[in-house]
């Protein structure tokens, strides 16, 4: 099936969207999405229609509420549409980051009205179940609400494909919502089926169950959806790749505090580069843009990059970098530290300067904890060595 999908969309889409390899221009991701959206408005009302008449005539609580959740499938659609529109206003004096973010706010709007919807519907479940009413629909009644089933489905994952495409959420919402459906009508049938039978209450049964499918993917939507917009933290893989594309360029002596911020389309990069004190302003300045161009490239977005001149030519610099070590390696509530600066002339007595990387987890009260255990045991061992230490935030990413 995933072929005949990459095949058709391969087909269609460059037919309907101008240049439609490049999915990372705005107008072009709007044009999938009004793609996905208007061809969803199209099938659904169709469906609703065919489902809304059926339900009606056979006065099926579960069918009536199927169609309701697909007349709400085409609702979501029109969100999407906006949603998109949207998102290709360029930055302004308001939302100098741009408007990307839009589409997990569209997301997060299916969610809402999916709740709603499926409240409703659960009430009139409900009310059936303790009010049974026959269903009587026609084999040939039964065998078209099937159909819809095929439908859905191929409407879900030509949704989730363009979803994938751009890496809209968005459309991957949407396209769980398809789903849902398909789950919901496949309900359905059961309870037309078992009405054959003299199971009048399986149909109201059914409904609270399609209700609680649309409970579920409203719930899916909304967690997808949040994410983003709380600011999620990028993946293992992205951070690795940054600080070894900075690791890569000559003079660079070590990376950390690495802040990863996504606004949908505008990605922005700061990060902390280690260098020797040594160097002149120019090639340290050099030394900065090199990094900045090299990850831009790759993450498509803004890089900024602050320099952190280290003297390892200071007499104390090796043997407290040497406790240091030992001491995050001893304890399991860190993962790394760095920025091991001295600061002062005299061998014997001189500040050390550097960041410790708390493990994923550690609270604050414990973090404050950890540093004052650390100076605490560098000025026994160094006794004229002040420790001046930092624990950095959980949201700055450093390499072990």
Excluded: C
């Excluded at 360029?249 to 990060?271: A, F, M, P, R």
């Amino acid at each position: 099936m995933k072929p005949f999908m990459n095949m058709f969309i391969g087909w269609v889409a460059p037919k309907l969207i101008k240049d439609a390899h490049d999915v990372k221009n705005l107008k072009v991701r709007a044009g999938y999405g009004s793609l996905e959206a208007w061809t969803s408005i199209v099938v659904n009302l169709v469906l609703f229609a065919v489902k809304i008449t059926i339900g009606l005539s056979v006065k099926s609580v579960a069918l009536i509420a199927d169609a309701v959740h697909t007349l709400a499938d085409s609702v979501t659609s029109v969100i999407v549409i906006i949603g998109f529109k949207i998102t290709q206003k360029p930055a302004d004096q308001e939302h100098p980051f741009g408007h990307g973010r839009t589409e997990s706010i569209a997301a997060l709007i299916i969610s809402i009205l999916l709740f709603i919807a499926g409240f409703e519907l659960l009430k009139e479940a409900i009310h059936n179940i303790a009010h049974p009413a026959a269903a009587m629909a026609s084999p040939g009644m039964i065998a078209i609400v099937a159909a819809t089933i095929l439908i859905k489905e191929l409407m879900a994952r030509f949704s989730y494909r363009l979803g994938e495409i751009i890496n809209s959420q968005a459309l991957k919402a949407d396209a769980l919502h398809h789903r849902t459906d398909v789950y919901a009508t496949a309900l359905v049938v059961v309870a037309l089926i078992a009405a054959h039978f003299g199971f009048n209450r399986i149909d109201g049964i059914m409904g609270v169950l399609v209700s609680g499918v649309i409970f579920y993917s409203a719930y899916a939507i909304a967690k997808e959806a949040i994410s983003p917009l709380l600011g999620e933290a990028p993946s293992e893989e992205t951070l690795m790749q940054i600080a070894r594309l900075a690791n890569d360029v000559e003079g660079v002596l070590g990376v950390h505090d690495i802040i990863y911020h996504n606004y949908g389309q505008t990605v922005i990069v700061s990060l902390h580069l280690e260098v020797s004190d040594q160097a002149s302003v120019n090639d340290l300045h050099e030394l900065a843009e090199s990094v900045e161009t090299k990850i831009g490239s790759y993450i498509g977005g803004t890089v900024i990059a602050h320099i952190d001149p280290v003297n390892v030519n200071h007499p104390g610099y090796q043997p407290i970098l040497q406790k240091i070590t030992e001491m995050v390696a001893a304890d399991p509530r860190l993962s790394a530290f760095h920025d091991l600066r001295i600061i002062g002339a005299n061998p014997k007595r001189y500040n050390a300067v550097f960041d410790v990387v708390p493990a994923a987890g550690i609270d604050q009260l414990e973090r404050r904890e950890i540093v004052r255990s650390m100076r605490e045991s560098l000025q026994q061992t160094f006794p004229g060595v002040k420790a001046v230490i930092k624990a950095d935030p959980s949201f700055a990413y450093t390499p072990n």
